[in-house]
Nanobody, 119 residues
Framework: QVQLVEFGGGLVQSGGSLRLSCTAS????????MGWYRQAPGKQRELVAS???????HYTDSVKGRFTISRDNARNTVVLQMNSLKAQDTAVYFC?????????????WGQGTQVTVSS
């Protein structure tokens, strides 16, 4: 059974830091691209950061220089380190595992963790 479980959300003041982690099970973690998405109230879910199976990273412009994504294939874990948090970072953050095979995306989601940044 595929499972993604996020940890580390919470309430933090503007300028503070949080570390989100996502532990995966039920699939071969190392061959999947991993990502963190977020969804704020009334807005669409957006990609925050991603890391490929080969370790290449991508960040949305609004978090560049503040967030860092990393993965540990031995522990089936992906981490999002969030620094210099802003009120606009407030959202539910979701972990995603995706593998594209023969033009088909095989995607799994975690349940989400709330991040609230107070101004």
């Amino acid at each position: 059974q595929v499972q993604l479980v996020e940890f580390g959300g919470g309430l933090v003041q503007s300028g503070g830091s949080l570390r989100l982690s996502c532990t995966a099970s039920g699939f071969i973690f190392s061959i999947y691209d991993m990502g963190w998405y977020r969804q704020a109230p009334g807005k669409q879910r957006e990609l925050v950061a991603s890391i490929t199976s080969g370790g290449s990273t991508h960040y949305t412009d609004s978090v560049k220089g503040r967030f860092t994504i990393s993965r540990d294939n031995a522990r089936n874990t992906v981490v999002l380190q969030m620094n210099s948090l802003k009120a606009q970072d407030t959202a539910v953050y979701f972990c995603n595992a995706n593998r594209r095979l023969f033009n088909i995306n095989y995607s799994n989601w975690g349940q989400g963790t709330q991040v609230t940044v107070s101004s």
